[in-house]
């Protein structure tokens, strides 16, 4: 089992910044790779950005490209989220999640993960 559990959202208005942050704990050393998703209300789940937890490649969805940045603090067991030069569109639920695949990249596919965080509310006004 592992247990994840996000902090970080806000609200906060356009062109703003957040920080959002995933303490894991449990088995963590058996994660292959960790993401964020979103959902939005009426929307479907979007991955948005994961880590390869052993070698810190990355994956973008691109909507974010060059506005988030993932990144891993493997001494704390803590993913971090970076999203700046926020906009309305980004407003939604924030979910990290944890996949035990050994998947060769870290994916933005929901299917591939097997443990999820109650998430984390942004909201971005205009």
């Known amino acids: 089992q592992v247990q994840l559990v996000e902090s970080g959202g806000g609200s906060v208005q356009a062109g703003g910044s957040l920080r959002l942050s995933c303490a894991a704990s449990g088995y963590t050393d058996r994660t292959s790779f960790m993401g964020w998703f979103r959902q939005a209300p009426g929307k479907e789940r979007e991955g948005v950005a994961a880590i390869n937890t052993g070698g810190g490649s990355t994956s973008y969805a691109d909507s974010v490209k060059g506005r988030f940045t993932i990144s891993q603090d493997n001494v704390k067991n803590t993913q971090y989220l970076q999203m700046n030069s926020l906009k309305p569109e980004d407003t939604a639920m924030y979910y990290c999640?944890?996949?035990?695949?050994?998947?060769?990249?870290?994916?933005?596919?929901?299917?591939?993960?097997?443990?999820w965080g109650q998430g984390t509310q942004v909201t971005v006004s205009s």
């Open positions: 999640a944890a996949s035990l695949v050994p998947l060769g990249a870290p994916s933005l596919e929901s299917a591939w993960y097997n443990y």
